[in-house]
């Protein structure tokens, strides 16, 4: 198979899903621009998908089995495993999480700009990050989305 798109409903406003035919791509929020070719909602990567989200939303849940695939750097590679890392329901910092990799002093900013280029959100948690103070901190789908997953995942937290 080729690569493949749908659109889906979701508690945070539409979603875009994509595949290579192989694996899971991209999630994109809504508004997008949809990929040029047809919609394939029968492929089989993204039936998969949608129902783990459709699960995911409804609270039933936690954890997402669907082959994935970001294209990015080695360092984004690295920080996007270790955002997969972060469990349902727990939080982490940039500064942990820059920690846990191992890295130098003040590299907490570039796994934000990591994590900000994640290109599979929600699969691969990038809401689950929070600033050093515990505050809600910027998010590729705006705050308002981070603090809905957020709140789905750890009701009351914000």
Known sequence: MNAAWT?????????????????????????????????????????????????????????FDVPLSASGTAFQQRVWEALRAI???????????ARRLQLPPGASRAVGVASGANPIPIM??????IGSDGS???????????????HLEIPGLF
């Open 7 to 63: 659109t889906m409903p979701s508690p945070i406003g539409d979603l875009l899903l994509q595949t290579d035919g192989q694996v899971l791509t991209a999630i994109s929020f809504h508004p997008f621009e949809p990929p040029s070719g047809d919609s394939e909602p029968t492929a089989p990567i993204l039936v998969q998908a949608r129902r783990q989200l459709d699960e995911y939303f409804m609270g039933q849940r936690s954890d």
């Open 87 to 97: 469990p349902y329901g727990r939080t982490a910092s940039y500064g942990e999480i």
């Open 124 to 129: 691969v948690p990038c809401h689950r990050v």
């Open 136 to 150: 809600l901190t910027g998010y590729a789908g705006g705050l308002a989305r981070k603090q809905r997953l957020l």
